[in-house]
């Protein structure tokens, strides 16, 4: 059995496209955890087992695989490099104790391992950086590790060199303990004879590490600067301190489609990244205490679900044992209800498949099956014990659309379907607007709705469409007016009669509705008066030009008369709703928009750029503010209306860098020939249908 300081979990992050999932592939295979590597290209991966994953050839979900090297169980968590599934990346942080930032040889820091890069910060993790696809032409690795040290604060440090790029990518030089190891046809690493032509490179990138670390540690940078040579091994260990503490990144070298360079890999995650004992977890004790969390096999159970998914098995919970050892016969209770739960199967995953374990110690990764109460970021810990642990915190929503099933009979089942889609991925969510009625579902970008739909569809037979969600408009008055409308009915037998005449003007905006009987005498009898009101209600719910409710208006009921016979309740409610249309109509409407306050943060750059886009969008600037890390926050009001397709544009726009948050901030008058076109838009609607 694996005990804590044997194992290594590590998040796989970075950007879309630059071999993550293969390089998890090349490192179980070459680890012998695997029979044969899976590719993504041929939908054979074991991390991108999804069919929507498999469609696009882009991994969507996190997916968890160990395998054995060197005496440690490394735990693998391939995360989506792609922006729209950073939900996923968070929750790979939150089981990881350290990440590996997967990079290509391209000579740039790509946009994608910057995001990933600020998410391990956040995360608190350390980190080890795999430059790969260096069998690509045009690889260039040093100027890679020059872009990596320029974009993060110098921290990475390079503790192999490639033998040869491109074609002729044939070894490395482990730096660390000074030899040359060549590629066989399998791509495994054995040593062989040290280039002399790489002499003086090697030299000059052997001094730069060993200076790098002896500068984490006071008594050797004394033994150094006194001219003594550093040992291996006190190099060895001075990396691996420093890398737990975050002030060295290492830096390998791959190439993972051909496995080269993967032994490299599962060598450098063993020896510097740190094992869960290394790592100081806090939470809260029943009494509100701050507490550390020993990581103990022995200790009081404590584990944290990091994923959740739905699949024949039902609901399936991925979790980290913090402290403790999951047994299964183990009764945990979910601290935030404090609810006993039972499981079916306790395993540990490998891809899609589950493993059958007796036991989970801590630090380790496991699933269980069938837990009825239990959701991502929820703590199970033993009964006597409860802690309760630090919320796994989702990325801001980017993107809203309505959604609309196709077909009437499953709108009752939209909801459930959602409500389960949210439970599998923390990004996504869904409400009802309480002000349109619309459902509207909010997650990272476009592509996140239109996979969240077509999960909806395969897994729950839903079928559904998205849309722009609707406007809340308002209609209001500038001017007065006075109608009368007389409602006349007979139709054999009883008839209807109802008439009333009414006076409406304008209210301060956010005024909204007042309603005055200034009726003397008894030109309506007291008892249909309400009914009037009841109608005026009516249409300013309804609204009398665009179908949205009227706001801001002052209503006088001033004259009417009635019938002693067909005098009824019906024909007043009509004949107010009647005068209240035509009265608002007559009095000048306009019609009136949210407006939103913006704050959209962009690297300095771009701040032209996305002042002229928000322009662009009848947006007013408020005003631009350096952020001091080379980023700047625009301030500006924006019509609601404008911002739908706002967040594909600020992605475009900044490659991604781009972050906005949007709350409401009052309503204003629409321009008279945008208002024209919501109000065509609702006439069409609602025009009766041809004979």
């Known amino acids: 059995m694996s005990t804590p300081d044997r194992i290594r979990s590590v998040a796989v992050v970075g950007h879309s496209h630059d071999g993550k999932t293969t390089l998890c592939e090349a490192l179980l295979h070459t680890a012998g955890a695997t029979q044969r590597m899976g590719t993504t290209d041929q939908g054979t991966s074991l991390f991108d087992h999804e069919p929507e994953e498999q469609r696009r050839s882009i991994s969507i979900t996190a997916a968890v695989a160990h395998c054995d090297w060197d005496g440690s169980r490394v735990n693998l968590i391939d995360a989506p490099g792609f922006q729209d599934f950073a939900g996923e990346v968070v929750q790979a942080l939150a089981a990881a104790d350290a990440a590996v930032l997967v990079v290509a040889a391209n000579g740039t820091v790509p946009v994608g391992a910057e995001l990933a890069w600020e998410m391990i910060r956040e995360a608190g993790l350390p980190a080890l950086i795999v430059v790969n696809k260096m069998d690509k032409e045009n690889a260039a690795y040093e100027a890679t590790v020059d872009a990596l040290r320029e974009a993060f604060w110098r921290k990475p440090i390079a503790v192999a060199v490639p033998i040869g790029v491109a074609e002729s990518f044939s070894g490395y030089v482990d730096l660390v303990d000074d030899v040359a190891r060549a590629f066989d046809d399998r791509g495994r690493a054995a040593e062989t004879a040290f280039p002399d032509q790489m002499r003086p490179d090697v030299e000059r990138a052997h001094s730069a590490l060993v200076d790098a670390a002896a500068e984490t540690d006071d008594a050797l940078l004394e033994k150094y600067l006194e001219g003594t040579e550093l040992t291996d091994e006190e190099v060895r260990a001075a990396l691996h301190i420093a890398t737990a503490k975050g002030t060295l990144i290492p830096v390998v070298c791959a190439a993972a489609a051909t496995e080269q360079g993967a032994s490299l890999v599962l060598d450098a995650i063993v020896r510097f990244l740190p094992s869960p004992r290394e790592r100081v977890r806090y939470g809260t004790d029943a009494k509100g205490n701050d507490v550390e969390i020993e990581c103990d096999p022995a200790g009081k159970l ?59 110690i801590a630090g380790d990764i496991g699933v269980v099956t069938k837990l009825t109460h239990t959701q991502t970021g929820d703590s199970l810990c033993a009964k006597d014990a409860p802690i309760t642990l630090p919320p796994i915190t989702p990325p801001a929503a980017m993107y809203t659309a309505a959604i609309v099933a196709k077909s009437k009979g499953d709108e009752d089942k939209i909801m459930s379907a959602l409500a389960r889609l949210a439970e599998e991925d923390i990004g996504f969510s869904s409400a009802r607007d309480p002000v349109t009625n619309e459902v509207l579902v909010h997650g990272l970008g476009d592509v996140h709705l239109d996979v969240a739909l077509e ?237």
């Open 302 to 360: 404590c584990a944290r679900v990091f994923k959740t998914t739905v699949d024949t098995f039902g609901r399936v919970s991925f979790f980290k044992v913090l402290r403790g050892t999951f047994t299964g016969d183990s009764h945990p209770v979910t601290v935030r209800l404090g609810q006993e739960e039972r499981f079916a199967q306790l395993g540990q995953p490998m891809g899609k498949t589950i493993v059958t374990v007796p036991h989970v």
């Open 455 to 691: 999960r909806m569809k395969r897994k729950y037979g839903v079928d559904a469409v998205l849309h722009p969600p609707r406007i809340p408009y308002r209609e209001t008055i500038t001017g007065t007016a006075r109608v009368a409308h007389k409602y006349k009915k007979q139709s054999g037998g009883a008839g209807l009669y109802g008439d009333a005449t009414i006076e409406v003007e304008p209210l301060p905006r956010g005024g909204g509705y007042e309603w005055q009987d200034k009726i003397f005498g008894g030109a309506i009898p007291q008892q249909f008066r309400p009914s009037v009101e009841k109608g005026v209600r009516q249409t300013i719910e309804q609204g009398a030009i665009s179908g949205n409710p009227v706001v801001d208006v002052k209503v006088r009921l001033v004259d009417g008369s009635t019938h002693s016979v067909d005098g009824k309740d019906i024909a007043f409610q009509i004949a107010g709703s009647m005068a209240m249309r035509e009265a608002v109509q007559k009095a000048n409407p306009v019609l009136l928009e949210p407006v939103m306050d913006v704050r959209v943060t962009v690297p300095e750059r771009n701040t032209g750029d996305v002042m002229g886009l928000l322009n662009s969008k009848r947006g007013r600037v408020g005003g631009m503010n350096p952020l001091g890390d080379g980023r700047a926050e625009v301030t500006a009001q924006i019509p609601q209306a404008e911002m739908y397709t706002f967040p594909i544009e600020l992605r475009a726009m900044t490659q991604g860098r781009g972050r906005y948050t949007m709350s409401f901030s009052h309503y204003e008058e629409v321009p008279a020939q945008i208002a024209q076109k919501v109000i065509d838009a609702h006439a069409k609607e609602h025009a009766p249908a041809a004979v």
